[in-house]
């Protein structure tokens, strides 16, 4: 079992920088790819960046490539999700989760051991 903690949202303007941590405790996911999500208010979950076990492979959507940036500390058992020029549309709760089922890795549901989630609010 592994439990998840995400941390680091808030509010910030557009334009400003944000990131978020996830922390996993109990069993180790440095075996796992990790993602994360977001959800917005009324709309369905959506992929945002997962990052492979080793940290080597990255993938993002097309939304936020080139200003979000995803990485992983396997030695601290944490994954991160550096997020810059944030825009109102980035507004959401953002979940990371652990890759259980081999795969596509924008497909949410591959994954297991999903945290609670952060708030992150970007106004215009």
């Known amino acids: 079992q592994v439990q998840l903690v995400e941390s680091g949202g808030g509010l910030v303007q557009a334009g400003g920088s944000l990131t978020l941590s996830c922390a996993a405790s109990g069993r180790t996911f440095t075996n796992y790819a990790v993602g994360w999500f977001r959800q917005a208010p009324g709309k369905e979950r959506a992929f945002v960046a997962a990052?492979?076990?080793?940290?080597?492979?990255?993938y993002y959507a097309g939304s936020v490539k080139g200003r979000f940036t995803i990485g992983r500390d396997n030695a601290k058992n944490t994954v991160s999700l550096q997020m810059n020029s944030l825009k109102p549309e980035d507004t959401g709760v953002y979940y990371c989760?652990?890759?259980?089922?081999?795969?596509?890795?924008?497909?949410?549901?591959?994954?297991?051991?999903w945290g609670q989630g952060t708030q992150v609010t970007v106004s215009s």
């Open positions: 989760a652990v890759q259980i089922v081999g795969g596509n890795s924008y497909d949410s549901n591959l994954y297991g051991y």
């Open positions: 990052i492979s076990w080793s940290g080597v492979s990255t």
